[in-house]
């Protein structure tokens, strides 16, 4: 079984940054896909961004393109959210999740699909001030 814990969330005003750690157990982190994902209050769950096993491949969604950059450390079982210029309308609880059997095809249209991770973390809240 996998398990995500999300962490760095908090009050920041708009402009600032912020990184976002998940750290996750577990032997399968290395070979597993992994994306973010957040949802604000009263809203659909979003797609932010994800990345492959091997760190070769990223997808970042359109409305934090050039923001908010994805990565990995796979020898720390981490995956990060680096999040810059931050708007209040990034406010939400992110989400890390994981997919621990990824097949090959890994698009965007895959990527972005909730329904194709298998675990996900219990979130960590991210407020931005105007």
């Known amino acids: 079984q996998v398990q995500l814990v999300e962490s760095g969330g908090g009050l920041v005003q708009a402009g600032d940054s912020l990184r976002l750690s998940c750290a996750a157990s577990?032997?399968?982190?290395?070979?597993?896909?992994m994306a973010w994902f957040r949802q604000a209050p009263g809203k659909e769950r979003e797609f932010v961004a994800a990345?492959?096993?091997?760190?070769?491949?990223?997808y970042v969604a359109d409305s934090v393109k050039g923001r908010f950059t994805i990565s990995r450390d796979n020898a720390k079982n981490t995956v990060y959210l680096q999040m810059n210029s931050l708007k209040p309308e990034d406010t939400a609880i992110y989400y890390c999740?994981?997919?621990?059997?990824?097949?090959?095809?890994?698009?965007?249209?895959?990527?972005?699909?909730?329904?194709?991770?298998?675990?996900w973390g219990q979130g960590t809240q991210v407020t931005v001030s105007s």
């Open positions: 990345i492959t096993w091997s760190g070769s491949t990223t």
């Open positions: 999740t994981a997919d621990p059997s990824p097949a090959t095809g890994y698009t965007m249209k895959v990527a972005t699909n909730p329904v194709g991770y298998n675990y």
């Open positions: 577990g032997r399968t982190f290395s070979t597993s896909h």
